[in-house]
């Protein structure tokens, strides 16, 4: 009985053991692991090392943008080779305008023009248009019977007027073909009709010109000289646009020559029947 007494206690501590040796595993194995730091995928010093490697990359490709840049305005383009000059010159843009495809449809507004107020026939009005020129074959507008390049364009191209007569007939027909520059040119600067404003003056001719017909210029007196002044007569037939007003202007003009060229000063208009529209109003327009 000692025997079997004995080797039962041994079994029952066996079994002690065994159990405390199971209930300290399963506390263990519900405690929380503490687990290793992963590895870095880049490391401070690989990372210092890319973004080095990265900056020296953008600061070549500046380099590189920056000398072909250099290059580029240094070399001659083949628009400059034409014209034999290694850089670009003021004269190349009209070559690289012609270069480039022309535009389709309406072609490019003229430079508008200022005109000089006459007070004539051409006074207190104002417009805005283009110069309506013939072709220099054409007959000239002013009825000297002489083509236009023959007459009065010469006039209007060189802004001045060696003749009193010849004055008269290129103001007409600048009203006529709308060039206001010639009539400022020609006008004196002590005249009642000369405008500081000349953008203001500009648009009141060029409304003129816009507002009316000029059918035909006849000279009834032609210049009379006295020392350096003159003084003329001459009828504009006008026909007001959009109506039927029909009538002439009877004006006398004055004109006066400063430094080799003659000049408008001033004038004193009345307005008649045209002789060709008797029904035509004698009446200014308004």
Same mark, same amino acid.
């Given at each position: ?45 690989? $990372?210092?090392?890319?973004?080095? #490697? ?7 490709? &500046?380099? *590189?943008?920056? +000398? @072909? !840049? ?67 074959? $054409?007959?000239?507008?002013?009825? #000297? ?7 009065? &364009?010469? *006039?209007?191209? +060189? @802004? !001045? ?87 002439? +202007? ?37």
């Amino acid at each position: 009985r000692a025997t079997v007494g004995g080797g039962g206690k041994k079994r029952e501590r066996r079994k002690a053991h065994d159990l405390l040796v199971e209930g300290e595993a399963t506390r263990a194995s519900r405690r929380p692991v503490a687990l290793a730091p992963a590895p870095s995928l880049c490391s401070p010093s690989l $990372a210092a090392s890319i973004r080095h #490697s990265m900056v020296r990359a953008m600061a070549l490709a &500046a380099l *590189l943008l920056v +000398a @072909g !840049a250099s290059a580029l305005f240094r070399s001659p383009s083949p628009l400059m080779q034409q014209g034999g000059a290694d850089r670009w010159t003021p004269g190349d843009a009209g070559t690289f305008r012609r270069a480039l495809p022309k535009r389709r449809g309406k072609a490019k507004r003229t430079e508008r023009k200022v005109p000089a107020a006459g007070r004539g026939f051409g006074k207190d009005i104002g417009g805005l248009k283009y110069t309506r020129q013939p072709a220099p074959d $054409a007959p000239c507008g002013c009825g #000297s019977g002489q083509s236009y390049g023959g007459c009065c &364009a010469e *006039l209007h191209a +060189a @802004g !001045a007027a060696d003749d009193a007569l010849g004055l008269l007939r290129a103001r007409y027909t600048a009203y006529r073909y709308r060039q206001p520059a010639f009539l400022i040119a020609t006008t004196a600067h002590d005249s009642p009709e000369w405008r500081a404003d000349e953008a203001k003056w500009t648009r009141e001719l060029l409304e003129q010109c816009d507002r009316f017909v000029f059918e035909r210029l006849r000279v009834l007196r032609e210049p009379e000289l006295v020392g350096e002044t003159a003084t003329a007569t001459f009828a504009v037939s006008l026909v007001e646009k959009g109506s039927i007003r029909m009538f002439r +202007a009877v004006e006398t003009s004055e004109y006066v020559l400063e430094d080799g060229h003659w000049l408008y000063r001033d004038g004193e208009v009345r307005y008649e029947v045209d002789e060709e529209d008797e029904g035509g109003a004698a009446v200014p327009p308004a």
